[in-house]
T-cell receptor, first 117, second 111 residues
């Protein structure tokens, strides 16, 4: 079946560091990928929609200069948390759907737990 | 806008008990409906889905029926196991676009 790989699964770093998270669709092409953020014991909140070959679309309230998204190929999207601070600590999850398939579920990565000291 | 409302947890059951987790939605169109499960420290796994009214999704003993008249998609299982302990998310989505999730319901099953 379709698989989405997310890397790394866990990051601990100092305040001020920039962190890059990768999301790969392993056996299908994904024109669009989605990045979500999940706070402890809460639901997933959509941060942005990553579009291959064009700029990402950010949800209201999400700082695009803080959370840089690059979708350079049909199988890879990256989220870079720039100059991370403790309040950026969270669980980040990406998802992707097969291009051209409607009414099919998104496939989710296993998530990245980001801890900023 | 579209939204999903789930029953609040946590839910604690004994093994072999009957499970119901309520989910209702509001939608401007005709979305597909999903239940996802999240085990501790992991991402989301699709549990089941339904793409149109009256469809029933089922998997691993879990079932949910897409009820347009009551805008509901309640999750049920006749006999839960300890291994079913997880957080369950109800969600809606259109044509591979972004999804809207409920708040999640934490289920704990005790032996």
């Amino acid at each position: 079946g379709a698989v989405v790989s997310q890397h790394p699964s866990w990051v601990i770093c100092k305040s001020g560091t920039s962190v890059k998270i990768e999301c790969r669709s392993l056996d299908f092409q994904a024109t669009t990928m989605f990045w979500y953020r999940q706070f402890p014991k809460q639901s997933l909140m959509l941060m942005a929609t990553s579009n291959e070959g064009s700029k990402a679309t950010y949800e209201q309230g999400v700082e695009k200069d803080k959370f840089l998204i690059n979708h350079a190929s049909l199988t890879l999207s990256t989220l870079t948390v720039t100059s991370a601070h403790p309040e950026d600590s969270s669980f980040y999850i990406c998802s992707a759907g097969r291009t051209g398939e409607s009414n099919q579920p998104q496939h989710f990565g296993d998530g990245t737990r980001l801890s900023i000291l | 806008g579209d939204s999903v409302t789930q029953m609040e947890g946590p839910v604690t059951l004994s093994e072999e008990a009957f499970l119901t987790i309520n989910c209702t939605y509001t939608a401007t169109g005709y979305p597909s409906l999903f239940w996802y499960v999240q085990y501790p420290g992991e991402g989301l796994q699709l549990l089941l889905k339904a793409t149109k009214a009256d469809d029933k999704g089922s998997n691993k003993g879990f079932e949910a029926t897409y009820r347009k008249e009551t805008t509901s998609f309640h999750l049920e299982k006749g006999s839960v196991q300890v291994s079913d302990s997880a957080v369950y998310f109800c969600a809606l989505g259109y044509n591979n676009n972004d999804m809207r999730f409920g708040a999640g319901t934490r289920l704990t099953v005790k032996p």
